[in-house]
Every structure is written in structure tokens, then in C-alpha cells.
């Protein structure tokens, strides 16, 4: 690291996000002799420090815990020098050959920039949803589960994400239901057969969230069956909401290409349409968000970013 005239540090690269994609990215160009910065707005880990258990990241015929998944990797890239600061990256200047990347506390300059920004869980934007958020309305079920000790609560959501949490919540309420607009599942087929024999677990079928209500706390759920237009009023202790992801891309929006969701375009070298600035993991357009995709994207983005910074010398 070294310091320039305007006092901000620079780096030869700067990583955005700790998720698995950047601390793979970490990994590599620290090892690479890159003086490279991470720079993490939460935990190190990003979204594997709330999955409970990862059962198909190779390596773990056991299947290892999101927490310590995050550990090994977090331990490893700084093993090779890399430093790691806990800001919110806010703007970014990514045209011209010297970036500049800002957070709250400070300005960092570098050659190159690779965006592991990830995605967040999308919000119902229901009356009562933000009012009620963390008394009783949540995003993470690791996070929140254990509040809900021997609760009725219910769980928004089809996919994977849903049936991962609810399965996972099970371990504390006394029952659940899970409200689908559809009269189908869309999560892999393991979690569904999971699922739908567990005996805690309820679905309610067709059925979209109207409104949150509740006084200190969530009370009753408004729920309206999508195929007949009945409105019921439900009682629930706590309501987990998982519909979906959206890419953590608000702050480069305008910088480079981006598809209409948000999600970074990259090509197979994980390059962007800026010029030494690269997106690796579930913020860029891809088919498939998941860790071991992540680590892959990781690596190439920093061999690319060592590739591009060996070719400007
Ligand atoms: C409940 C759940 C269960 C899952 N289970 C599995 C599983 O079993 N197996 C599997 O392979 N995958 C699973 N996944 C998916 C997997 O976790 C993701 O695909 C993977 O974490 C993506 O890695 P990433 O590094 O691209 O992004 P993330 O893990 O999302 O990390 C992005 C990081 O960037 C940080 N960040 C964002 N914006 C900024 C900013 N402006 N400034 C600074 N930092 C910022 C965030 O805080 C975050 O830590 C699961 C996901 C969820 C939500």
C-alpha cells in the first residue's frame, strides 16, 4: 500500500464485498504479490455467514456450517496479505486508468476494481412490512430464528431460499405455514420433499400477503387467495419474508453495463464494460448464484485484474 499526495490510500486493487466471491478474489491477488484492499460494509462471509448448513460446496462430504465456511475463507485470504477494512463503499469513480472508491470514512485509489457487491433479499412492500421490521418481520431466519421460540409464524416464499429457512426454523416454532402465490413449488425438488413432509410445516396455496398488522409487535397477517379474491386475517407471532434477490448494484448504477434488474454484465473473464474493472458472484447476470459459482467468478476476475495491471505496466 502506498500513500498518494491527496492522502487517500492506494492499492493496485480494490475489492468491493466479503462475500465468497470477493475473499476468493482476495485470495488470489494478494497471492499474486497485488497489494489489494477488501472492503466488507458487514460481515466477512457475506451471505454464508446467515446459511446454516452448506451441504453442496465440494470438499465437505459432511457439509459445513455457513459460519465457518466464512471463517476459512476470510482466514485464508489474509493469510497472503490481504487487508481488510469494515466500510460501505457510497460512489465510485471507475473511468480512466486511476479509480477512486469511496466510503463514509475514506477515499482509496487503485488500478483496478473487482465488484462482489452480491444481492439482497427483495422487500414485500407491504403496508406494516418496514414498521414491523425486527419486531417480528425478518429477512434472515439464522439471524432471527432463535426469537421465535415455540411462535406460529409464517414464511413468504416458493423458491429455495423459502423452504431452506422455513426447514431450518422449524427447529423453534411450534408450527409455520408457507404462503405461495402459486399452487406449486419452484425450489429444488430435495428441499420440496423436505418440506412438504416435515409436520410442522403448513402451505397456504395462491395466497399473496396484503398487510402486516400488530401493535409493539406483529400480531396477524392480511392474506389474500389470489384465485378466489378472499381476504383473511390470519394470527402470527412473526413473518419471515423470502421473495427473491436483487443485486447490490444501486451505487454504480450508470457506471458500467448493467441488465435491466440491476445484475452487472460481464464477459467469461468477468471483465465489465469499464476498463479494469471486473464483477465477480451473485451480482452479476449469470444462471447460477450459488458459492461454488461465486469462488469461480472470484478467481478469474483476479486473474484477469493481474492480467490487466501486467499489461499497463
Ligand atoms: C438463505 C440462503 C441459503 C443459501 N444456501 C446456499 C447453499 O447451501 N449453497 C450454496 O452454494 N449457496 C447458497 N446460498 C447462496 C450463496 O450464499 C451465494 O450465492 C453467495 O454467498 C454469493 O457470494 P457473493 O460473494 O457473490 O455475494 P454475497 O455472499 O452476497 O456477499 C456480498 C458482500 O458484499 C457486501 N457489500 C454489498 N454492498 C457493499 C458495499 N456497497 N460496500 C461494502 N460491502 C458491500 C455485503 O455486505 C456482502 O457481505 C444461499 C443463500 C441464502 C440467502
Known amino acids: 500500500m502506498k500513500m498518494v499526495n491527496s492522502g487517500s490510500k492506494q492499492y493496485d486493487v480494490v475489492i468491493i464485498g ?6 476468493t478474489a482476495g485470495l488470489y491477488t494478494s497471492r499474486a504479490r497485488l497489494t489489494t484492499l477488501l472492503i466488507e460494509s458487514a460481515l466477512y462471509g457475506g451471505q454464508m455467514t446467515t446459511t446454516e448448513m452448506v451441504e453442496n460446496y465440494p470438499g465437505f462430504p ?9 471463517r476459512l475463507m476470510e482466514e485464508q485470504a489474509k493469510r497472503f496479505g490481504m487487508e481488510a477494512v469494515n466500510e460501505e463503499v457510497i460512489e465510485a469513480k471507475l473511468a480512466g486508468e486511476r479509480k477512486s472508491i469511496q466510503t463514509s470514512g475514506a477515499t482509496y485509489l487503485c488500478d483496478a476494481v473487482i465488484i462482489c457487491t452480491g444481492t439482497e433479499y427483495r422487500k414485500l412492500g407491504v403496508p406494516g412490512e418496514l414498521e414491523f421490521r425486527g419486531k417480528g418481520v425478518s429477512y434472515c431466519a439464522t439471524c432471527d430464528g432463535a426469537f421465535f421460540k415455540d411462535n406460529e409464524i409464517m414464511v413468504v416464499g416458493g423458491g429455495d431460499s423459502a423452504l431452506t429457512e422455513a426447514l431450518f426454523l422449524t427447529k423453534f416454532v411450534k408450527g409455520l405455514t408457507i404462503i405461495h402465490r402459486r399452487d406449486a413449488l419452484r425450489a429444488t425438488k430435495i428441499y420440496q420433499e423436505r418440506a412438504l413432509t416435515n409436520p410442522k410445516i403448513k402451505f397456504l396455496w395462491n395466497s399473496v400477503v396484503q398487510a402486516i398488522k400488530g401493535d409493539q409487535i406483529v400480531r396477524s397477517v392480511v392474506v389474500k387467495n389470489v384465485k378466489t379474491g378472499e381476504i ?31 445484475y452487472i454484465v460481464t464477459n467469461e473473464d468477468c471483465e465489465t464494460s469499464v476498463k479494469g474493472v471486473f464483477a465477480a458472484g451473485d451480482c452479476t447476470k449469470k444462471l447460477l448464484r450459488q458459492i461454488a459459482t ?5 478467481a ?10 501486467d499489461e499497463k505496466e
Open 62 to 70: 459432511e457439509g459445513i456450517t455457513g459460519g465457518d465456511l466464512s
Open 18 to 23: 466479503g462475500g465468497p466471491a470477493g475473499l
Open 300 to 309: 478469474t476476475a483476479a486473474f484477469a485484474a493481474e492480467k490487466y495491471i
Open 294 to 298: 461465486a469462488v469461480g467468478d472470484g
Open 232 to 262: 383473511k386475517e390470519l394470527t402470527a407471532e412473526g413473518v419471515f419474508m423470502f421473495v427473491g434477490l436483487e443485486p447490490r448494484t444501486h451505487f454504480l448504477k450508470g457506471l458500467l453495463q448493467m441488465d435491466d434488474r440491476g
